[in-house]
């Protein structure tokens, strides 16, 4: 079933010149700006039998500069194991990257940060809103410098931790100039193994971490992430 379109009377496209045009005069460049506001008003991709073919776009930084060498991830989503990536391509030396997706079941998402870089991530589909085939526009990426969470786990009678997973709750907490284009909930949950959490390309991010070991001991985290900065903590279990 094709997903029904977004609602977006005159009030809105109204609202978002008046944003465009003063990120515009604070000197932000047009590729940025155009990005920034088309991920807070992008809409469902179409679902369905995808014919695969040719993807490509840019990844930049906050003023426009191309970041080459950061990988973009392929996925194919609604297939039976969404979480494994399908295609993996470096951004050239000026931030481009092009590759081919197969054809498949369910729509694309591309991925692209990590490491010093916050997570950004895009829907692609190779079909309109009545399934039929087109060409999908380029899909571009402003990136904004990653939060890191680190967390050691220590056991009093030294014998070794068998790991778990964590649960991030929050809101993304931007501030400054930009934060209304950010400011929106964050729940997600990562697997770790051993005693060491480590988690790059976060969102700057204040609310909770929820720790559950394997053993079913479960600790609680405040967190606030800074942009750009390492939040490191430690508990002796």
Partial sequence: MAPEPNAAGPGRHARLFVVMTALLLL????????????DRVQGPVTRGAQPGGELLGRVVDAHGEPVAGVAVE????????????VLQVP????????????AGQGYYELRTGGGAWMYARREASFLDAQGETVEPPAFDFVLRPGSSLVVELRRADGLPVDGGEVLL???WSSSGSFSFLSDRPFSETYAFEGAR???AG??????RARITLRSGKVLELPLDLAPGEVMRSSFEL
């Fill in 27 to 38: 000197g932000l460049p047009l590729l940025v700006v155009g990005q920034m506001l088309r």
């Fill in 169 to 171: 709750d929050g809101r």
């Fill in 91 to 102: 951004t050239d030396a000026d931030g481009r990257y092009r590759l081919h997706a197969p």
């Fill in 202 to 207: 976060l969102p700057p991010l204040r609310g």
């Fill in 197 to 199: 959490i480590e988690l």
């Fill in 74 to 85: 392929l996925y194919l989503r609604g297939a039976k194991r969404p979480d494994v990536v």
